[in-house]
C-alpha cells in the first residue's frame, strides 16, 4: 500500500500557499504570491529535481491554483491523491469542525462569501474547480472561524438589538488556523510552565490578535469579519461606522466604493500611500510611510492592553506571520510600549528572530512561524480517521 497524499492549499488574501503530504512526511511547501500584479511560485521545500514554473499567469487566486494543479499535474506531484484540503476562512456559527466539501456544503457556505469577500468566493472557486478537475479525491474544508466557535458568549456579542444577534450577527474571529497550531506549538515549548494566559499576534496582510486562557480562544479582534481590529496591509480595522455613514450621506459615496476603501485602500497602503507591505515602509524615510508603521505599532499595543485587560494579565507574548515572524523592529517597538507589564525583550534574540524572546523575566515572549497547512492536514486526518477513510 502507498502512503496517502494530501494536498494542502492556503488561500490568504495575497498569497496562495501550498503543501503537499506523503503519509506522515511532507513532501514540498511553497506558495504563490503577487497574485494579480506580478505573481510568482516560490518553494521553502521540495523533492530533488522539482523546480518551480518559470512564468505563471495568476490574476486571481482560483487562476493561481488552476496554475498550481498544472504544474503539480505535469511534474505527476497528484498521481494517487487522496484528498485536497483546503483552508475556508468563514464558517459562521454551523461550521465549528472540518467537513467534507460536498456540493451541499458548498452551497451552504455561499451563503457567508459577502462576510469574506476577498477569501471565501475565490476559496469556494477553487474547491469547484478541484472537484471538476480531480473528481477522486475527497475535498475537506478547514475554517478560520473554528478555534474561536466556543468563546464565551459576551465576546462574540455586539451591542446590538437581539434580533440580529440571534440571526447571526456576531463576532466570529479568523486566523483559527493559525491560532490552533500555535496553541499546539506553546503546548509543546512551554507546557503548563508559562502560566495559561497568552497573547498571539498575527501579522500578516490581515493581522489579528488572539487572547487565550489555557490554549482555547477567549477573545480575538477580528469580528464579523475580517476587517475589524487591528490595521492591515490594505484593511484599516477598527472604524467608527459614523465614517460609513458620512461617506454614504454626506460624500455620496456608494457601497462598492465604500467596501474598496475598506478592504482594497486603506491600512498600511492607504495611511503610507506608497506601499501594503511593511518590507518596503520600514525601509523608507519619508514621513506618510513612518507615520503609516507609527499607527500600525500605537493600534497593535492598544489592542493588545485590551486583551491584557480580558485576560486579568500576561504570562506569554507571540509574534507570528510575515510580519510578526520577520519584522524585529515591530516586535521591539510593541515590546518597549509593553514594559509596563513587566515584557522585557532581549535585543540580540530579537536581531535573530528567537524563537524566545524575553531576557528571562517578565511574560515570556516567542516568534514561532505560524503552519496552517500542518494544521489543515491534522485536523482533515482526525476527520478522516472519523469517517473511517
Ligand atoms: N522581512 C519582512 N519584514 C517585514 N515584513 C515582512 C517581511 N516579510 C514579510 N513581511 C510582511 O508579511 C506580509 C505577508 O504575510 P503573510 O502572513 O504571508 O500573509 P498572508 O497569509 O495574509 O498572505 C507581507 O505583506 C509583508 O508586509
Ligand atoms: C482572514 C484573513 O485576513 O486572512 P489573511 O491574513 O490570510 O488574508
Ligand atoms: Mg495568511
Redesign the pocket.
Known sequence: MTAPRHLIL?G????L?FALYEGEARRLRG?IERIGATPRLRLSQAPAGLSPPAALAAPDTPAAAAALLDWLAASEELTGLDAIVHRIVHGGRDFAAPVILDEATLARLDALSPLAPLHQPQALAVVRACRERLPGPLQIGCFDTAFHHDQPRLHQLFALPRALSEEGILRYGFHGLSYAYIARRLAELDGDKAGGRAIVAH????ASLCAMHRGRSLATTMGFTALDGLMM?RRCGALDPGVVLYLQQQRGWDIGRIERLLYHDSG?LGVSGHS????DL?SRQDAACQEAVDLFVHRLVREIGALVAVLGGLDTLVFT???G???AP?RQRVCEALAWLGVALDPERNAAHGPRLDRGHGPRLWVLA?DEEAEMRQEAMTLMRATDR
Open positions: 492556503n490568504g488574501s495575497s498569497t500557499k506558495l501579522l500578516g496582510q490581515g496591509g498600511l501594503d507591505d511593511m518590507r520600514l506571520a510575515g510580519i515572524e520577520h519584522a515591530i505560524t
